[in-house]
C-alpha cells in the first residue's frame, strides 16, 4: 500500500467505505459523474487508487454506491418535522429539497441526466428515490386532510414531483423576478390544489367535505 | 443510382426531401432514434443509401431533421381551436397532445430520452417545441382571464408542462385505474389551478379580482 498523508485512523473496512463514499458525495455536489473519477477520490481521500478499487470494484459501481448514498442523503434531509401544520411542514421539507439541490447542483443535474439518458442503475436509484419522496404525501396530511391513495392521486403526485423538479432546475438556472419564498410557496401549495383538480367533476378522488 | 421499386414521381429535390422526413418521422413513431437509421430509411424507401446521404449528410443530421419534423408536426397538431370556452380549448389541445404522445410514443420517448441525456442539438430542438408549446398559454384565456405574463407564472407554466409530459408518460406506462378522460382533465384542471397557487398571499401575480 502507497504512502498517506492523511492521518491514520483505526477505522474498520465498512466505516472506511462509508467514510469514503462521505467523501464522494462531497465531490459530486460540485461535479458531474462523468468528472468524478476513482483517480480523483484517491488524491481527495489521500489513498491510492488499487485501494480504491477494492472498496468499489469499478467505476461504474463507485458511481452506483457514491449515487445511492446521495439519494439516501436527499430522503433524509428532506424528512418533514414530526408535528406542526401540514402545509407548513411540506413547505420545509420543499425547502430542504430546494437547498439541497442548490447545494449539490452539478451532481443532482448529472444524476437527472443519467437517469433520463439511459443508464438503468441510476435510473432506478433515481426512482427509488422519487417514489420515497412521494410516498411521503400519503403517509402526511396536506389542507388538514389525509390525501386519499387511489391511481388518481398517485399519478397526480407523480407529476406534481416532476413539476417540482422542473420548478427548482428552472429557478437555479434563472431566478429573476421569482424570490426562494415564492418558489416554495408555489411548489407547497400546488400540491393541495393538483389533488383538488384531481378530485374534480368526474374525478375518482373524494373533493374535501 | 440503385434501381428502386417505388413509382417514380416528378418531385423537386426539396419535395422529395420533405416526402422521406414524412417517412423518417412516421418510421420514428414505433423505434427510437437510435433504431432509425438511414439503411431503414433507404429500405422503406426504396432508394439507394448514397442519395439518402446526399440529402441529409450523415445520421446524425438525419436526426435532427426528422425530430425537427416531428416537433413541427406536435405543435401543428396541438393547435387550440380558434374559438370556444378557454378550457375546453385548452382541452382539445392537451387530447391532442395526448394522442400524439400515444401514436408515436417510442419515439417521444426516445427524443425525451436523448434531450434530457445531453444531446444538445436535440435538445435544443426539444426546447424550442416546449417552448412553443408553453407560450400558447400567454396567448390565449384561461378560465376566461389571460393568464398574466410574469416571472413567477412564465416558471410555472414551465413546471405544469414538465407535469403534462409526466403525467402522459406514466399513464401510458400504467393507465390502469385512470380514464383518458380523468387524466385530461386533470391535465387541464391543473393550469388554472396552478396560476391560483403562483399568485397566492405574496405571489407577484395578481390574482383574480
Do not use: C
Not at 389533488?195 to 378522488?205: F, N
Amino acid at each position: 500500500m502507497s504512502q498517506t498523508t492523511t492521518p491514520r485512523t483505526r477505522l474498520s473496512p465498512e466505516q472506511r467505505r462509508e467514510q469514503l463514499l462521505d467523501l464522494g458525495v462531497r465531490l459530486l455536489a460540485t461535479r458531474s459523474l462523468d468528472e468524478l473519477s476513482i483517480d480523483l477520490l484517491a488524491e481527495e481521500a489521500g489513498i491510492s487508487r488499487g485501494l480504491l478499487y477494492h472498496y468499489f470494484g469499478n467505476k461504474h459501481d463507485f458511481h452506483v454506491a457514491v449515487v445511492r448514498r446521495a439519494a439516501d442523503d436527499l430522503i433524509a434531509k428532506t424528512a418533514p418535522p414530526a408535528s406542526g401544520d401540514p402545509l407548513q411542514r411540506l413547505l420545509v421539507s420543499l425547502a430542504a429539497y430546494l437547498d439541497y439541490v442548490v447545494d449539490n447542483h452539478e451532481g443532482y443535474l448529472s444524476l437527472v441526466k443519467a437517469a433520463a439518458g439511459g443508464n438503468d442503475t441510476l435510473r432506478e436509484i433515481y426512482e427509488e428515490a422519487r417514489s420515497a419522496l412521494n410516498r411521503r404525501v400519503f403517509d402526511d396530511e396536506v389542507r388538514g386532510e389525509i390525501v386519499p391513495d387511489t391511481p388518481a392521486t398517485r399519478l397526480v403526485v407523480r407529476g406534481w414531483s416532476a413539476m417540482v423538479e422542473e420548478l427548482v432546475l428552472s429557478w437555479i438556472e434563472d431566478p429573476r423576478g421569482v424570490s426562494r419564498d415564492q418558489l416554495l410557496e408555489v411548489m407547497a401549495a400546488s400540491l393541495p390544489a393538483l389533488v383538488e383538480a384531481a378530485a374534480g367533476p368526474t374525478g375518482s378522488t373524494p373533493g374535501p367535505a
